[in-house]
């Protein structure tokens, strides 16, 4: 595993022309750092009940389809464990935050069956930020997946 440069980092980042060409770059600046999946969403349209239409959120990811497609396409990431901790926090996550709870049993079924299904796509440790807004209209985060094989350890 080859750790970015900073320097070079940035500049990538500042002369990226496009969505496309920055996500890019940053998904190959955090494989660097072992974090080889990542999943990225933001929405301008937050109540206090709902996401918005999720026709509005902005998402990325490098995952496979066969995530994604779940994940975000039957609308799991709702009741995921980390997704629930990024709407009420701003800041840094470990994903230890859940493990141990799944681990003693402690979660509610909707968020054991995510767990679960996170643990059969080898989406097993990471980290998750969830940015501060401007706005509490506004929400973005991301989750950061590790290379699979590596534990939370």
């Known amino acids: 595993m080859l750790t970015p440069n900073l320097d070079d980092t940035l500049s ?3 002369d990226a022309r496009s969505l496309e060409a920055l996500w890019f770059h940053h998904c190959q600046t955090m494989a660097g750092f072992g974090f080889d999946r990542m999943l990225y969403g ?3 349209y937050r109540t206090p009940n709902s996401l ?3 026709s509005d959120f902005l998402i990325l990811s490098n995952h496979p389809p066969e ?3 779940e994940f975000m396409g039957k609308g799991m990431f709702m009741k995921g464990p980390m997704t629930k901790w990024a709407l009420e926090n701003e800041g840094v996550g470990s994903w230890r935050i ?3 709870k799944y681990g003693s049993g402690e979660c509610d079924p909707d968020t054991m069956s995510v767990v679960a299904f996170n643990y059969s796509m080898n989406v097993t440790a990471g980290y998750t930020i969830s940015f501060k807004s401007l706005s509490h209209r506004i929400k973005s985060a991301i989750g950061l997946c590790t290379q699979v094989g590596l ?3």
């Open 67 to 69: 995530y994604t497609d």
């Open 151 to 153: 534990t939370q350890d």
């Open 52 to 54: 918005g239409d999720p």
């Open 98 to 100: 859940f493990q141990d």
């Open 12 to 14: 990538e980042y500042l």
């Open 42 to 44: 933001s929405t301008h």
